[in-house]
């Protein structure tokens, strides 16, 4: 059998695609990279990229993989409309196995949590919008609100909107840089039109959760299954943003710093508070995400600190980037090449025991 690792573009990941291959030699495995339009499932081929001890990843076409690590980020409408569809018709193909079916849009997630008191106090209140007026509402309950697609990654299309006095301050976040100006309710409005026609967006009071250089930042703690399809965390690392920026993702140009090193401005009281709400809700948050929304293979879970101590959960990611975690855990590297093929070989195993037990019931 093969493992399939299916990305939207050649090139993308290509440093961590290197290194699955390299263990898939030591460890016995049939690794193939593909991106959805290569797949033919009249044919049930698909082509790809097949790697080689001696040559690297060789182009060629094969059988469907049995089991396939999905890689596709859909960053675009346009990447939805066009790859979605594939993916899902490879997900409902028999004899194909996914090492995670991944999650659904950042709401349906807010929904499942906020309906469980052990996460109720970690989330910040959001609201699902799709028109200026529960926006406007919204602000007059909270005076800063921050909005984000459904949808989005990257954080990209994430605005800020400040009320002052009669006018507003609008703050968005582009990938190289962030943009600000004061606006009447009027132009708030037009701008508002424009942005929720084309991305549902979702809501949230906006928390001052910086550093005291006014960086924004966050808590990465990445989560993977192991060789026995246990969770277990892989490591940890902090993303900071520009100062005066709004979010924290790398893609915005944001930088890195390692985990042990950034707690070292907090007490050991507020560390060991922050460790402890970290923990609590790493330990329950897999299992009610699968119970909902199927199996999973990793999770990349964002923690923002406010200037209390007090930890929120800002996101839950099922196809999260890694380079957090190499570039403050470079350690760890190995581990997170082999992790889908250990992974693979735990989900063909059970496979093959689920499948003798059938057919001695029968």
């Known amino acids: 059998m093969t493992l399939g690792i299916m990305m939207l573009y050649p090139g993308q ?13 030591n460890m016995g495995i049939s690794v193939l990279l593909f991106t959805p339009q290569g797949a033919d499932l009249s044919n049930r081929t698909v082509d ?13 076409t094969s059988p469907l993989p049995s089991f396939i690590y999905d890689r596709c980020f859909y960053q675009t409408e346009s990447d939805l409309q066009t790859f979605r569809p594939i993916v899902q018709q490879l997900k409902k193909r028999p004899g194909i196995t996914f090492l995670g079916h991944g999650l659904p849009g950042k709401w349906a997630v807010y929904q499942l949590l906020f309906a469980h008191s052990a996460f109720i106090d970690k989330l910040i209140p959001t609201i699902s919008t799709s028109h200026p007026a529960s926006i406007l509402r919204f602000l007059n309950e909270h005076k800063a609100v921050l909005l984000k ?15 002052k006095k009669e006018d507003f301050i ?8 962030t943009s600000k100006k004061a606006i009447s309710e009027h132009t708030l409005i037009k701008e ?33 299954k192991n060789e026995e399809g246990r969770w277990v965390e892989r490591g940890r690392g902090i993303r900071c943003g520009k100062p005066g920026g709004i979010v924290s993702n790398l893609a915005a140009r944001g930088s890195v710093m ?29 299992g009610l995400l699968e119970e909902r929304f199927g199996s999973l293979f ?32 470079p350690q760890v590297m190995p581990q997170l090449w082999e992790a889908p093929l250990r992974f693979y070989q735990y989900l063909k195993k059970k496979k093959e025991v689920d499948h003798r037990v059938t057919t001695i019931t029968h």
């Open 13 to 25: 990941e290509e440093t961590y695609y290197n290194g699955i291959g390299k263990c898939s030699v």
């Open 48 to 60: 790809g990229f097949r790697y080689s001890k001696d040559k690297g990843w060789v182009q060629g």
């Open 149 to 163: 697609p459904v949808s989005g990654s990257c954080g990209q299309g994430i605005h800020v909107i400040e009320k």
């Open 170 to 177: 609008l703050i968005k976040q582009y990938r190289k840089h």
């Open 192 to 224: 508002l039109s424009s942005i929720l026609l084309s991305n549902r967006m979702i809501a949230q009071p906006f928390l001052n959760l910086q550093t005291p250089a006014h960086e924004p930042f966050d808590v990465r703690i990445l989560l993977q």
């Open 258 to 286: 390692v985990y042990e090193l950034f707690m070292k401005r907090y007490t050991d009281q507020q560390k060991a508070d922050i460790e402890w709400q970290l923990q609590e809700t790493v330990r329950y948050l897999p």
């Open 298 to 329: 990793e999770l990349g879970v964002d923690f923002g600190i406010d200037l209390q101590g007090k930890v929120w959960l800002l996101e839950v990611n099922s196809k999260p980037g890694h380079k957090v975690i190499v570039k403050t855990n």
